[in-house]
C-alpha cells in the first residue's frame, strides 16, 4: 500500500520560510518523478513544483527563485524548501507520486500571514 505523509506546515510570517517534507512508503521511491501541489481556498489545486527520479526540478513561475524542491532517495523522502513566502502562498500543500498508481498525501496547512 502507497503511503505518502506531509510535514513541515505551520505558520509564518510574510518574508519567512518553511521546510515541507513528504515521506513515501509502499513504493519504489528511488524511479518515481514527485510533485509537490497546493490549494488555497476557493481555489483549484495547482503544481507547485516536480522532481524527477535523478533530481531534475520544474517550478511553477510564481515561486521561481523562492522554492526549492529535492529529493532524498536512500530515505524516501521529497522536501520543497520554501523562501520569502507570501500571503499568497496560504494554501494546502500535497505531494503527489507522479506515475501510477498517482498518490496523494494527507496535505499540510502552511499559512503566511502577519
Known amino acids: 500500500q502507497v503511503q505518502l505523509v506531509e510535514s513541515g506546515g505551520g505558520l509564518v510570517q510574510p518574508g519567512g520560510s518553511l521546510r515541507l517534507s513528504c515521506a513515501a512508503s509502499g513504493i519504489r521511491f528511488s524511479i518515481c518523478p514527485m510533485g509537490w501541489y497546493r490549494q488555497a481556498p476557493g481555489k483549484q489545486r495547482e503544481l507547485v513544483a516536480r522532481?524527477?527520479?535523478?533530481?531534475?526540478?520544474t517550478y511553477a513561475d510564481s515561486v521561481k527563485g523562492r522554492f526549492t524542491v529535492s529529493r532524498d532517495n536512500a530515505k524516501n523522502t521529497v522536501y520543497l524548501q520554501m523562501y520569502a513566502l507570501k500571503p499568497e502562498d496560504t494554501a494546502v500543500y500535497y505531494c503527489k507520486v507522479e506515475i501510477w498508481p498517482n498518490t496523494w498525501g494527507q496535505g499540510t496547512q502552511v499559512t503566511v500571514s502577519s
Open positions: 522532481i524527477n527520479h535523478s533530481g531534475a526540478a
